[in-house]
């Protein structure tokens, strides 16, 4: 792919962030085949933005989430850093489409996981790790039928970023909890709305976390470390509307609120 194509592409999706409009999909001439393709254009879409990458997340981290973005594996994307809050922040809905929160494990590195040739296994990731989480993310598409436009495409989308709010680093010595055991529950306007644990997240959010080490090496330049990375919603996303307010509680780590308008 030229780097014209990849940049028209970058330039399509941007602008349509911007504007809060969609497109059924990118045309033929610009639209990303493969992952390298479509990492290319997402690092592109970080350069026009003029912001800095403030992390990672990974997008379709349970089958049920990759059912309903229609992919058959986990996707990476960027967090860019306006578009990073902390907990307790408002968010705006306007032209949000999916209009949905996730409730997730966030880990900030310590050190970086730079480029290398042999994979980084998860003992490796995790010692880089310097702290953990509480986190909620608020994704979006820029297609009108996200579930159709296949992996690429969505890689190129930034992987359906939007917004992300990040609690602060947990004071509990949670390297001695096992996540994928670990519950976390919503509550929207004060009442359950959705339950989890850890394993929601490709089995576990530490498995989740290799992934994306391991993705970043093979298709951009690694992890940096103060770098944060989201590792997927550990509960069945909950629907949300201007006006409402959620609270998630992941037990001894904490929690997090966001409020919508």
């Known amino acids: 792919m030229k780097q014209e194509a990849i940049q028209t592409a970058a330039e399509t999706i941007l602008r349509h962030w911007h504007q809060a409009t969609r497109i059924a999909e990118l045309p033929a001439q610009f639209r990303p085949s493969d992952r390298t393709e479509a990492y290319a254009i997402q690092?592109?879409?970080?350069?026009?933005?003029?912001?800095?990458?403030?992390?990672w997340?990974?997008?379709?981290?349970?089958?049920?989430?990759?059912a309903h973005i229609g992919v058959d594996g986990p996707l990476a994307g960027r967090l860019l850093r306006d578009r990073v809050l902390?907990?307790?922040?408002?968010?705006?809905?306007?032209?949000?489409?999916?209009?949905?929160?996730?409730?997730?494990?966030?880990?900030?590195f310590g050190q970086p996981l730079p480029k290398r040739a042999e994979p980084y296994g998860l003992e490796e990731v995790m010692k880089a790790v310097e702290s953990l989480h509480c986190a909620i993310e608020i994704p979006d598409s820029r297609y009108l039928d996200?579930?159709?436009?296949?992996?690429?495409?969505?890689?190129?989308?930034?992987?359906?970023?939007c917004w992300f709010l990040l609690g602060e680093a947990t004071q509990a010595d949670w390297r001695k909890l096992n996540l994928?055991?670990?519950?976390?529950?919503?509550y929207l306007n004060g009442s359950h709305a959705a339950s989890g644990?850890?394993?929601?997240?490709?089995?576990?959010?530490?498995?989740?976390?290799t992934w994306i080490a391991n993705e970043l090496n093979t298709f951009a330049d690694g992890l940096q470390?103060?770098?944060?990375?989201?590792?997927?919603?550990?509960?069945?996303p909950v629907p949300i509307a201007p006006g409402d307010q959620l609270r998630v509680d992941f037990g001894v780590l904490g929690e997090i609120e966001v409020a919508f308008t």
């Open 146 to 161: 996200f579930a159709r436009v296949g992996a690429p495409q969505l890689i190129a989308d930034n992987a359906c970023a």
């Open 197 to 209: 644990i850890g394993a929601n997240a490709l089995g576990n959010p530490c498995i989740a976390l």
């Open 225 to 236: 470390a103060g770098e944060v990375v989201t590792t997927g919603t550990c509960i069945t």
């Open 43 to 55: 690092a592109e879409l970080e350069r026009l933005s003029g912001q800095a990458v403030s992390g």
């Open 86 to 108: 902390a907990g307790g922040a408002e968010v705006s809905l306007n032209g949000n489409l999916m209009r949905v929160a996730e409730a997730e494990f966030a880990f900030r």
């Open 57 to 66: 997340k990974i997008a379709a981290t349970s089958l049920a989430g990759q």
């Open 180 to 186: 994928a055991k670990h519950e976390l529950t919503a």
